[in-house]
């Protein structure tokens, strides 16, 4: 079982990039799944999850209405639109699923992925 995260990269501040989250080894279109973020020397946090239909989503208040998670089941994909970034949005962005509930805490993830960095420049 394998998430593969990618779409990271150097991004100007007001850029708006798309994470691409692949899951492979076991379909996961019936699982809540999540983006975190980690910054040097701070906690993991949670940015964005989403219910198994779409139908559901939730984000960390400093990303709202600037990232957009959503997810096609047919591709095992969950994508993170990012929007209107600022440099302190500047972290590996990881993916991962609850297999037991709706969490929004990263200690109630089962699977994750590798991460991948995004560093935004001003």
């Known amino acids: 079982v394998q998430l593969q995260a990618y779409g990271g990269g150097l991004v100007q501040a007001g850029g708006f990039p798309r994470l691409s989250c692949v899951g492979s080894g076991r379909t996961f279109s019936s699982y809540f799944m999540g983006w975190f973020r980690q910054a040097p020397g701070k906690e993991r946090e949670f940015v964005a999850a989403i219910n198994w239909s779409g139908g559901r989503t939730n984000y960390a208040d400093s990303v709202k209405g600037r990232f957009t998670i959503s997810r096609d089941n047919a591709k095992n994909t969950v994508y993170l639109q990012m929007n209107s970034l600022k440099p302190e949005d500047t972290a590996v962005y990881y993916c991962?699923?609850?297999?037991?509930?709706?969490?929004?805490?990263?200690?109630?993830?089962?699977?994750w992925g590798q991460g991948t960095q995004v560093t935004v420049s001003s």
């Open positions: 991962a699923v609850d297999l037991r509930g709706s969490s929004l805490h990263y200690s109630d993830y089962d699977y």
